[in-house]
């Protein structure tokens, strides 16, 4: 059971960790700060793992630990400079953790536009922005120009910008 909630942790700290990284980053405005907050609140969420509900949201919880983190950083740096306000970094917090769950619909609402995309469209979005160095180079391996290949990268993303904002409204209704 131990193995199993180790593994579920571990899991869960993988799928998120760049949104919790992004959050610290996003409240901190400072790399080694965000990292050295982002080692720290890794491991106080390892400690009180056992406290978080399986099945619940694992990035809200996540950040709201987080945003202790901070929180008990920034008090202590204030000591030595002028920071931001608890209030100012809460007002951050929330309009962050807001644009993450925006951001995660977005992915979302990607990953399922790109599926219903033609098989040859997938391939030409995995070759180019995932295979090739360059869209020269994914032309030449599509035996096609790199005029014709940027042309139909404009069409697949107009289409995937469509399918995306319809994607979106629904969840909105």
């Known amino acids: 059971m131990q193995?199993?909630?180790h593994e579920e942790f571990m899991e869960l700290l993988a799928q998120h960790q760049s949104q919790l990284f992004g959050y610290i980053f996003a409240l901190v405005q400072n790399l080694a700060d965000a990292e050295d907050l982002y080692q720290q609140t890794s491991i106080v969420l390892w400690q009180k793992f056992d406290t978080f509900q399986t099945g619940t949201d694992f990035v809200s919880?996540?950040?709201?630990t987080a945003q202790f983190q901070v929180l008990n950083f920034l008090r202590v740096k204030r000591r030595s400079r002028v920071c931001f306000s608890d209030d100012l970094v809460e007002t951050f917090a929330v309009s962050q953790h807001d644009r993450s769950e925006v951001s995660a619909a977005r992915r979302t609402a990607l990953r399922y536009c790109v599926e219903k995309l033609k098989a040859a469209d997938r391939q030409l979005i995995d070759l180019c922005y995932g295979g090739a160095k360059t869209?020269?180079?994914a032309a030449e391996v599509l035996g096609r120009s790199a005029d014709g290949v940027y042309k139909s990268l404009n069409r697949i993303r107009a289409a995937l910008a469509q399918c995306i904002n319809q994607e979106l409204s629904k969840e909105g209704d």
């Not at 919880?61 to 709201?64: R, Y």
Request: glycine fraction near 0%.
């Open 3 to 5: 193995n199993e909630r």
């Open 61 to 64: 919880w996540s950040c709201q």
């Open 135 to 137: 869209i020269k180079a």
